[in-house]
């Protein structure tokens, strides 16, 4: 099946939900799913894989994920030493976006994880410190709910965007680029299919290119993925479906042409699937997006 899209039950006035210091197993976790909101990830303790986008991460203590919204995602946690982490989904309008005249913004790291395709930074000792007490903060203002807790978890969740934006600072070049799990030929494939998703390839080619049986090729996609080459490349179409139409003024005919549908009854029918809104409906949100 394809990624299912994550719900969330916040109310509308306040999109900000907390998974803290959850300990899953491989039996716990959620299949391949993405969302609207953006979701930080920190690890106390435990090991395993987070596939995030087109790269499988090792997962262990003192980690943090970045993901942006509508990015395809799945942890895969070890079987013996499970994994326990804090998760915060919010939507970016519930930050705001005033940067006083400088060039900061607190979705900063969002948008730099976005064009490096690097979601996981391994953080400094300083850092984790910091950020298990504003995570903290965050819960206990949740599990209070006293007079103005809300305003409390967001001014709790800048602070954190603000320290995450200082413990990148040093660390711009783009050549960057944290440890990484999975066989090298994996690693290239996937970001082959990003680059040709448009392309009409087939689990055969993908082999090929990848020196190895399409027995052997589909079998460790779906370990490493959670999806087959077919569920894999549809999602990554809509998710560059969502772009083109938050990005661009093409029509939605031509932007199904762009990403790989040749039937425009086949993409309104896939994307409402997947997206859980028409293609239509979806572009009106612009003006509510960052």
């Known amino acids: 099946m394809n990624p299912i899209r994550k719900t969330f039950n916040s109310s509308s006035i306040f999109p900000f939900d907390l998974a803290y210091r959850d300990t899953k197993s491989s039996q716990s976790e959620l299949p391949d799913h993405l969302h609207d909101?953006?979701?930080?990830?920190y690890i106390y303790s435990g090991k395993g894989v987070f596939f995030i986008d087109q790269t499988l991460y090792d997962m262990e203590q003192g980690n943090l994920f970045l993901i942006p919204g509508n990015t395809i995602h799945r942890a895969f946690p070890d079987r013996d030493t499970p994994v326990t982490s804090t998760a915060v989904f919010?939507?970016?309008i519930l930050i705001g976006q005033n940067s006083l005249g400088d060039a900061f913004s607190y979705l900063d790291p969002f948008a730099k994880s976005s064009k490096r395709k690097s979601y996981k930074l391994e953080c400094s000792v300083s850092f984790q410190q910091r950020s298990q007490l504003l995570l903290d903060d965050i819960h206990e203002e949740m599990q209070a709910k006293k007079y103005g807790y809300r305003n409390a978890i967001i001014l709790g969740l800048q602070r954190f965007l603000l320290e995450l934006s200082r413990e990148l600072q040093p660390n711009d070049p783009p050549d960057t680029r944290p440890s990484t799990s999975g066989p090298l030929w994996m690693r290239e494939i996937l970001v082959y299919i990003d680059a040709h998703i448009a392309s009409n390839i087939g689990l055969s080619a993908l082999a090929r290119r990848a020196s190895v049986s399409p027995a052997h090729f589909s079998r460790v996609f779906k370990q490493l993925t959670g999806m087959n080459v077919t569920e894999y490349m549809t999602t990554k179409r809509i998710?560059?479906?969502?772009e083109l139409l938050l990005e661009t003024?093409?029509?939605v005919s031509y932007i199904a042409s762009m990403c790989g549908f040749e039937s425009l009854p086949h993409f309104h029918r896939v994307f409402k699937k997947i997206a859980g809104i028409t293609p239509a409906a979806y572009k009106s949100k612009t003006h509510i997006m960052p």
Not at 37 to 41: G, K, R, S, T, Y
Not at 239 to 242: G, N, Q
Request: no cysteine; aromatic share 14%; glycine share 0%.
């Open 90 to 92: 919010f939507s970016p």
């Open 37 to 41: 909101w953006h979701e930080l990830v």
């Open 239 to 242: 998710i560059h479906a969502m």
């Open 249 to 251: 003024d093409h029509n």
